[in-house]
């Protein structure tokens, strides 16, 4: 059963676009103020959307800690994640993604699952 806990969050954004579909989903800095989702896999996340904004709603995004996400394919304990080109977590990224943390316990496809967050804004090469 997915959890979280304590997180370090911006509270200080707002979605540039209606999110309310896209809560546990990784999302990307679209202004110096605002998230969007992730239209790419190699667009750079900057973490987690906690809540469900709708466009200039205020967004909650973690940024580090144990979180949940919208798990893309099927995870296992351990898996080293990456983002989807619709921002879910994804198994063993690839080496046009960014590394965006571990997952905690293992899931199947769209299942919501625990992880940790933790983007290294790298590529995986």
Known sequence: ?????????????????????????????????????????TDAPIGVLLNKPGAGEAAEVALFGIVKVKAHNVLAAGNIIGTT?????????????????????????????TMFLNISNCLNT
């Not at 304590?6 to 800095?29: C, M, N, P, R």
């Not at 990224?93 to 299942?111: H, L």
């Open 85 to 113: 080109s619709a921002g879910k977590a994804e198994a063993g990224p690839g080496a046009t993604q960014f590394v965006c943390g571990q997952a905690i316990e293992a899931s199947a496809a769209n299942d919501i699952v």
């Open 1 to 41: 059963m997915a959890y979280s806990q304590e997180t370090v969050k911006i509270g200080s954004l707002s979605a540039a676009s209606d999110l309310s579909t896209k809560q546990y989903h990784f999302v990307k800095l679209s202004s110096s103020t605002e998230v969007d989702a992730i239209a790419a896999s």
